[in-house]
T-cell receptor, first 109, second 112 residues
Framework: EDQVTQSPEALRLQEGESSSLNCSYT??????LFWYRQDPGKGPEFLFT???AGEEKEKERLKATLTKKESFLHITAPKPEDSATYLC??????????FGTGTSLTVIP | KAGVTQTPRYLIKTRGQQVTLSCSPI?????VSWYQQTPGQGLQFLFE???????NKGNFPGRFSGRQFSNSRSEMNVSTLELGDSALYLC???????????FGQGTRLTVV
């Protein structure tokens, strides 16, 4: 059975305090691992796609990494504007995504 | 370049009614997928359309249906609304099968 688990469910960080979010998954027909950011009341915003173990991608203060069964989203020196829910989504056949329930990140000034 | 547009943004319906939601994808994108988002279940896949054909379907009852037109615009319909159908309905479009999906702002449906 397909399964995606994100941890922690919620995370509070002081501005500048680095941390990592975890996504572990078991899915069949995986075509890529996607990370999205979602602000309250808005649709998810695409961040990264990772296709193979060992791959890394960076964007500003965020870096995503991928192993065979896990992905990590590292946040370096976060700012308050990084506060959002971060969603991990294994991509399945076609354009179907299996979303995790997300990590709610709050960065305190 | 215009993003994914969903209309309406907000809807209030009564139990037993039906509702139609609309999605205009990014120009050139032929794949449109729909998701239901609730606080308890997160984002759940409803269905995906590509070139007017339903390609994948999630685990939702037959009351949930959709279609895609020749210009790639898509609609989803929910019949015989139940209180549990209250949710944020999100549409996403993609250019290729392996690419990322771009989401609209969603339609907030409240069933009373």
């Amino acid at each position: 059975e397909d399964q995606v688990t994100q941890s922690p469910e919620a995370l509070r960080l002081q501005e500048g305090e680095s941390s990592s979010l975890n996504c572990s998954y078991t899915v069949s027909g995986l075509r890529g691992l996607f990370w999205y950011r979602q602000d309250p009341g808005k649709g998810p915003e695409f961040l990264f796609t990772l296709y193979s173990a060992g791959e890394e991608k960076e964007k500003e203060r965020l870096k995503a990494t991928l192993t065979k069964k896990e992905s990590f989203l590292h946040i370096t020196a976060p700012k308050p504007e990084d506060s959002a829910t971060y969603l991990c989504a294994p991509g399945l056949t076609g354009n179907q995504f299996y979303f995790g329930t997300g990590t709610s990140l709050t960065v305190i000034p | 370049k215009a993003g994914v547009t969903q209309t309406p943004r907000y809807l209030i319906k009564t139990r037993g009614q039906q509702v139609t939601l609309s999605c205009s994808p990014i120009s050139g994108h032929r794949s449109v997928s729909w998701y239901q988002q609730t606080p308890g279940q997160g984002l759940q896949f409803l269905f995906e359309y590509f070139s007017e054909t339903q390609r994948n379907k999630g685990n939702f009852p037959g009351r949930f249906s959709g279609r895609q037109f020749s210009n790639s615009r898509s609609e989803m319909n929910v019949s015989t609304l139940e209180l549990g159908d209250s949710a944020l309905y999100l549409c996403a479009s993609s250019f290729t099968e392996r690419g990322e999906a771009f989401f609209g702002q969603g339609t907030r449906l409240t069933v009373v």
